[in-house]
């Protein structure tokens, strides 16, 4: 590889670790109830 795809290649990594997507949050009804806490001591 010469220096010029070697620094385009570093240049689509940088840009790859710097994007993510939106994280999906979807609620689930599963019919629980809480009814202890754990003491914050614990």
């Known amino acids: 590889m ?5 620094e385009r290649h570093a240049t689509r990594l940088k840009e790859l670790a710097m994007s993510w997507t939106t994280p999906e949050v979807k609620e689930i ?3 629980m109830e809480i009814n202890d806490y754990m003491p914050a001591e614990f």
């Open 2 to 6: 010469d220096r010029r795809s070697l």
């Open 29 to 31: 009804c599963i019919g």
